[in-house]
């Protein structure tokens, strides 16, 4: 892929439908999405969450990621705190904030792209490759692929 910053930077890999304020979320902007896997423009994951416990957001931050390389990306919330794992890994910027599941409006997930505002914002222009949402905390043996990403 083609690295642009003005075409790629924060697209998202993963959100879903709905904003915070439709969620009655008042802490933040009330036109984000409740839930965002994004790359920033200098390729840095960002999974930005309005959490059910909280009136604002939580995000979790990756490092600055290699262009021509798959990615193997994870993000688990264990009822308590989230932890976003590249290649199997807790990236170094993982919130200590409680963070207690995602507020919904009860709309679906979005793959490559998100809604800002009610209205879809910034799409990737790039590839995604097996996506798996669960109800439940997977330890890092259990990743798909397990452990190294690979």
């Known amino acids: ?15 879903r439908w709905g904003m915070s304020g439709e969620a009655k979320k008042t802490g933040g902007d009330p036109e984000e999405p409740v839930a965002t896997l994004s790359l920033s423009g200098d390729r840095e994951l960002q999974w930005c969450v309005y959490p059910q416990n909280l009136n604002g957001s939580v995000t979790n931050w990756g490092h600055e990621l290699p262009l ?16 976003m794992y ?6 170094v910027r993982n919130p200590s ?21 009610g209205k879809i914002d910034q799409i990737l222009h790039g590839w995604v490759g097996d996506v798996r949402v669960v109800d439940r905390a997977l330890p890092v043996g259990r990743f798909m692929p397990a452990g190294t990403g690979r």
């Open 1 to 15: 892929m083609n690295w642009d910053e003005n075409r790629n930077g924060w697209a998202a890999l993963l959100s």
């Open 68 to 83: 021509g390389t798959w990615w193997h990306v994870a993000v688990v919330n264990d009822g308590s705190h989230t932890t």
């Open 86 to 91: 590249v290649d199997g890994c807790p990236v």
């Open 97 to 117: 904030t409680k963070a207690t599941g995602i507020a919904t409006v009860g709309l679906q997930w979005l793959l490559g792209g998100y809604e800002y505002g």
